[in-house]
């Protein structure tokens, strides 16, 4: 069973659907008992850091996603990779979630933000599971990008300067894009991070 967090903000439905197409069984929940119960844990995300922070803040669910991402499967989705990080700059600074290293900032380009629309992604070296995605387009809806090392960085695209698209720190996968938007090819992603994700838990 696949858990989506409800913490107020988020792409629930649509994140939820795909997993559902995908032959999962899927809940979406706040409560510990049933996150615990879940086999790979999903954060969703729309809106600002800074209220995203709050929302899960307020129903205690820090410690608790501390504890799962240790020990699950986990995928954070537009948003909710943004959340993977130490801090954010959205509205103020906020402390993240601190499961991978590294800052959000708003993006520094001369093109238009929000950054909305298809973009290609670029596979960096060292993660094969994900080649085939090489140079295929995914839909993207943001106006923040995530700011880390190298190694962290499974996929990037450019929007004028070089956004981290899928990041990874062991059993943590993060998505900047919408992969539940993203047809095919976001479907493939998902079976990816579920296979590549629990491959990491077992070892």
């Not at 979406?28 to 600002?48: F, N, W």
């Not at 240790?70 to 909710?80: D, N, Q, R, W």
């Not at 698209?165 to 919408?178: D, E, L, P, S, T």
Request: glycine share 10%.
């Amino acid at each position: 069973m696949i858990a989506i967090v409800d913490y107020g903000m988020g792409n629930i439905a649509s994140a939820s659907n795909a997993f559902r197409k995908l032959g999962y069984e899927v809940i979406i929940t706040d409560d510990p008992k049933q996150l615990y119960a879940a086999s790979h844990i999903v954060l969703p995300g729309v809106g600002a850091f800074k209220a995203a922070v709050f929302e899960i803040e307020k129903r205690g669910l820090r410690p608790v996603l501390e504890d799962l991402a240790e020990k699950k499967p986990f995928l954070g989705i537009c948003l909710g990779m943004q959340l993977l990080f130490e801090t954010g700059f959205e509205n103020g600074l906020s402390k993240g979630l601190g499961f991978i290293p590294g800052t959000v900032r708003k993006i520094e380009t001369k093109h238009i933000l929000p950054h909305i629309g298809w973009n290609t992604l670029d596979i960096k070296e060292g993660f094969p599971a994900f080649n085939a995605f090489q140079n295929k387009h995914v839909y993207f809806v943001h106006s923040f990008q995530a700011e880390t090392t190298a190694s962290y960085i499974v996929a990037s695209t450019d929007y004028g300067t070089e956004i981290p698209a899928v990041v990874r720190n062991k059993n943590v996968y993060g998505m900047q894009f919408h992969p539940e938007k993203s047809g095919k090819v976001g479907m493939d992603l998902l079976k990816t991070f579920l296979q590549e994700s629990s491959m990491e838990v077992q070892a």
